[in-house]
């Protein structure tokens, strides 16, 4: 008698079948810690100096409030109001290198793009438009996927606005008010995002409000007000959880004063507005457009506190480059079920062809059966084990017996390796002029033995001084009382750069001691040694 084949049961199968959001983890998890995308994290540079103030950090056991990296501001008072990040950058820098770095930005980026697809699946995006929307939204953050504190703002940002909308649900959990002043006191120390946090928190609490103020029904009236109330106080209650912070109010003041410079707004690019000839800026237009399609023909029917968060969105996109991963993430969190809806009308419009009909009908069914199937798969076993796999290869150096599989590094053919391992040879101490993009590498290969003169933390030096730095890489009047002004004697500068090719014609006081492709290494006052 044959017996019985052993069949594993469904709760098995939910635990190991790996469902869609898993396989687009693991691609987007691997691709950017070892496939096509791994030289992303590492594209900037200023990475470099978040390592090394994690590394001080662990070494001193206290947090920096002077300047340590620079010669220019050396003692002077400095804000490394990402400390806390900071220090999970140093702890795996110890133990895993830049294999490390990259692996916690690649686990947070590839969390975050899944977490969209499961909220977008959650709220009634059907599974094509949801797969869809999550491709436009991780092509608009493409423009700024590095391994720096800002990724920790998407996560946070993400969970504001869930736990925002399970706020209005009557069977709203009472702990759930506390949640935003306890995150908010991890959000204030990982990154200075957390304003765009309290502007989420603002924003429903000004819908409720007008709700109350325009509601007809006096029970509702009620409700509304006692909403407007609670999201009042737990606004209040955030608000004061950002002075838990080293350094309290004085972050705040500091905050403003950078965010209120014009000059240096005007002048960092990540804080200028998109130039939507990049495919970026492009994926956060189609989604911009999408927005405009759902609204126009779901317009009787929008929430005024989605409508205000689609303004919040749009206005901070089109402010500034760097808020458009979050923007683009909110407006596919609120277009999407929209969008789904009236695809899936339709199927049911009198008007509508009936061969269009049909098929608007069959997408419909099949997605609803894909969208059950995946929520019932919650195991994500293959993730773990992924993830966990990977940090083991870290830590061995990235390597799987005598095969490298993980290698991390930065670019040598955009940043200037070759020259800084030259300097690395020389005997000289003194301070390092380079280009404000690169100087957060020379900290990350030369602290301590050697300091920069500037670096792009453009809120410790100030307009005045990044002001004159303009002027001596931009070759403008007065660009020779800069070099003297500062006391520079060792300029690092991209080979072709206009600051460059001006030291070349002035040999007398200039002489190239390195070149290459990339960069050109100046000493004044130096021999004619052979080029390298």
């Not at 898993?22 to 992303?40: E, N």
């Not at 977008?120 to 953050?141: D, K, Q, R, S």
């Not at 709700?211 to 608000?239: E, M, N, P, Q, Y």
């Not at 500062?486 to 070149?515: F, G, K, M």
Request: charged fraction near 15%; hydrophobic fraction near 50%; include cysteine.
């Amino acid at each position: 008698m044959t017996p019985d084949p052993v069949h594993p049961s469904p709760a098995v199968l939910r635990l190991l079948v790996p469902s869609a959001r898993d396989i687009i983890f693991i691609l987007l998890f691997w691709s950017l810690l070892a496939g096509p995308l791994s030289t992303r994290p590492l594209a900037d540079a200023d990475i470099g100096w978040h390592v090394r103030t994690g590394e001080q950090i662990l070494a001193t056991h206290s947090i920096p409030r002077t300047d340590p990296f620079s010669s220019t501001m050396q003692g002077q008072p400095w804000f490394a109001w990402e400390w806390l990040y900071d220090v999970l950058l140093g702890i795996l820098h110890h133990a895993c290198g830049l294999n490390g770095v990259v692996w916690l930005c690649a686990l947070l980026v590839a969390s975050v793009f899944v977490i969209l697809l499961k909220l977008l699946l959650e709220n009634g995006t059907g599974l094509p438009l949801a797969v869809l929307l999550m491709l436009l939204a991780e092509g608009a953050a493409a423009i700024h996927i590095y391994a720096r504190p800002h990724i920790v703002s998407w996560v946070f940002s993400l969970c504001w606005f869930v736990a925002l909308e399970r706020g209005e649900q009557p069977d709203a959990p009472r702990w759930l008010r506390w949640f935003f002043p306890v995150s908010m006191v991890l959000w204030v120390n990982l990154h200075g995002g957390w304003i765009f946090g309290l502007g989420l928190i603002a924003t429903y609490a000004l819908a409720a409000v007008v709700d109350s103020l325009r509601t007809a029904d006096a029970f509702a009236r009620i409700h509304k007000s006692k909403r407007a109330r609670a999201l009042g106080l737990v606004l209040c209650w955030s608000s004061l959880a950002t002075l838990v912070n080293p350094y309290g109010w004085r972050l705040h003041a500091h905050i403003y004063r950078y965010l209120g410079d014009r000059y240096l707004m005007n002048r960092i690019n990540e804080f200028q507005s998109p130039d939507f000839h990049g495919w970026a800026q492009r994926c956060f237009g189609t989604i911009l457009l999408l927005v405009l399609v759902a609204f126009a023909g779901h317009r009787h029917a929008i929430r005024l506190r989605h409508l205000l968060v689609v303004l919040l969105a749009v206005y901070a996109g089109l402010f500034s480059s760097r808020n458009l991963p979050v923007s683009s993430m909110l407006l596919a969190l609120i277009a999407g079920p929209i969008l789904w809806q009236n695809f899936v009308s339709l199927a049911e419009k009198a008007g509508c062809w009936g061969r269009v009909r049909g098929w608007v009908g069959w997408i419909s069914s099949f997605s609803d059966r894909m969208c059950a199937q995946e929520l019932r798969l919650h195991g994500h076993v293959w993730p773990t084990v992924i993830v966990t796999a990977a940090l083991a290869t870290c830590i061995q150096g990235g390597r799987v017996g005598s095969r490298q599989v993980i290698h991390a590094q930065f670019d040598p053919s955009k940043l200037p390796v070759a020259a800084v391992g030259s300097l690395q040879r020389t005997q000289g101490r003194e301070p390092i002029f380079s280009t404000d993009a690169w100087g957060g590498y020379l900290i990350y290969r030369l602290y301590p033995e050697r300091k920069v003169v500037i670096d792009d933390r453009h809120d410790l030096y100030g307009s005045d001084r990044i002001r004159e730095y303009l002027i001596l890489v931009q070759a403008e009047p007065g660009w020779r009382d800069v070099l003297e002004k500062w006391r520079i004697r060792t300029v690092l500068l991209p080979t072709r750069s206009t600051l460059a090719n001006l030291l070349c014609e002035l040999p007398q006081d200039w002489h190239a001691v390195y070149e290459d492709n990339v960069s050109v290494v100046f000493k004044k006052g130096a021999g004619r040694p052979s080029l390298k």
